[in-house]
C-alpha cells in the first residue's frame, strides 16, 4: 500500500496571470507614449531655441492634454467595445431561446471541427445545454472568444491610461522643473526611463529584460531625434 502511495505521481499546480485584464495596454501604451511624446516635444522646443519657462509650460500643457486625451480615447473605445460584446451576448442569449436545438447542434458541430467523434461531440454539447447559464456561457466563448463574465472595463482602461500617461511625460521635465537648460538631462533621465518600463513590460510579458528595455529605447530615441531635428530645423528659419 505504502508502494502504491509512493507510485503515484502528485498533482501538478500552476497558475495563469490575468491575460484579459482592461489594465495592461493602456498602462503600457500609457506610460511610453506619455514619456517618448513629451521628450519629444521638449526636445522640439529645446532646439527651437526656448526659454527654460516656455520648455516647461509646454511640457505641462501637454501632459495634462495628452494625459486626458488618452484617458477619454481609452474610455471610449473600450466603452464601445463592451457594449459591441454585450450586444452580440443578447443575440446569443436571444438565439439560445428561440431557437434552442440548433444552437446545440451548432455547438455539437464545434467540437465535431475540434476533433470530437461525432457521438461523443452531440452528448457534450446535450450536457451542456442543459443548464441555459451554462449554455450561453459555452457559446459566447466558443462563437466570440470572450469571457461574458469578465469584459473589460471602460474605467479600468481611462484610469490606467491617464496615471501612466501623467507618470511618463513627467520624467522628461523633471531636469527643467530644477533649472536644467539644456536638453541633455532630460535625454539621460528619459532614455533610463525608457530602458526601464520597456524592461519592465519585457519581464509582465515573459521576455528579456534588455529585449523590452533595449527595444523602446530604439524607438523612444528615433521619436525624439526626428522631433527635435524638426524644431531645430523650424528654429533657425524662424530666427
Not at 501612466?164 to 541633455?184: E, Q, R, T, Y
Amino acid at each position: 500500500m505504502t508502494a502504491e502511495v509512493a507510485e503515484t505521481p502528485s498533482e501538478i499546480h500552476h497558475s495563469h496571470r490575468d491575460v484579459t485584464g482592461g489594465w495592461l495596454r493602456p498602462a503600457t501604451f500609457g506610460v511610453m507614449d506619455g514619456l517618448v511624446s513629451n521628450f519629444a516635444l521638449v526636445a522640439g522646443v529645446v532646439g527651437g531655441g526656448a526659454t527654460g519657462k516656455v520648455v516647461i509650460m509646454t511640457g505641462l500643457a501637454g501632459l495634462v492634454a495628452g494625459a486626458c486625451s488618452m484617458a477619454s480615447g481609452e474610455f471610449t473605445s473600450v466603452s464601445s467595445q463592451t457594449e459591441l460584446m454585450k450586444a452580440e451576448i443578447e443575440v446569443e442569449r436571444r438565439e439560445l431561446r428561440i431557437h434552442p436545438e440548433e444552437e446545440e447542434r451548432e455547438l455539437a458541430m464545434m467540437y465535431e471541427a475540434k476533433g470530437l467523434r461525432p457521438e461523443l461531440a452531440a452528448q457534450v454539447a446535450r450536457e451542456l445545454t442543459v443548464n441555459a447559464d451554462v449554455a450561453l456561457d459555452v457559446h459566447v466563448r466558443e462563437e466570440l472568444g470572450v469571457d461574458p463574465n469578465d469584459l473589460p472595463s471602460p474605467w479600468v482602461a481611462a484610469g490606467s491610461s491617464f496615471a501612466a500617461f501623467a507618470l511618463g511625460a513627467l520624467v522628461p521635465l523633471i531636469p527643467f522643473l530644477f533649472g536644467a537648460a539644456s536638453v541633455l538631462p532630460a535625454l539621460v533621465l528619459s532614455a533610463i526611463g525608457l530602458v526601464v518600463t520597456g524592461g519592465i513590460v519585457g519581464k509582465i510579458t515573459a521576455r528579456p529584460f534588455w529585449y523590452g528595455g533595449g527595444r523602446q529605447l530604439l524607438l523612444g530615441g528615433l521619436s525624439a531625434a526626428v522631433t527635435f531635428a524638426i524644431g531645430l530645423a523650424v528654429g533657425t528659419g524662424l530666427s
